[in-house]
């Protein structure tokens, strides 16, 4: 099992920084990939960032060159780093992570920490 809490959410303005964590516990060595999805009222998660223990990272929408996702060397927090945030009222940003069994591969969320961009 794993447990992801997420920590470092708030409200800034536009243009501004906020890092936010996520700490894994639990059966972290099977981790294979943690990523940081955002919600907004009524509308799907989407993916933000995401990396994998082969270090490929990726950043599919608009948060390529603004944000950086990152991990500590023993895969226990994952961290998004994000620069130049945008107006766009408050939005969920949940940790997710694979865990690798031997023949299965189970998903895990947390339970998010808001982000608000506003004036």
């Known amino acids: 099992q794993l447990q992801l809490v997420e920590s470092g959410g708030g409200e800034v303005p536009p243009g501004g920084s906020l890092n936010l964590s996520c700490v894994a516990s639990g059966k972290t060595a099977d981790i294979y990939s943690m990523a940081w999805y955002r919600q907004t009222p009524g509308q799907q998660r989407e993916l933000v960032a995401s990396?994998?223990?082969?270090?490929?990272?990726n950043y599919p929408g608009a948060a390529r060159g603004r944000f950086t996702i990152s991990t500590d060397i023993a895969w226990n927090t994952v961290y998004l780093l994000m620069d130049s945030l945008r107006p766009g009222g408050a939005a969920v940003y949940y940790c997710?992570?694979?865990?690798?069994?031997?023949?299965?591969?189970?998903?895990?969320w947390g339970r998010g920490t808001q982000v608000t961009v506003s004036t």
């Open positions: 990396i994998n223990r082969d270090r490929y990272i």
């Open positions: 997710h992570a694979q865990r690798l069994a031997v023949i299965a591969a189970y998903d895990y």
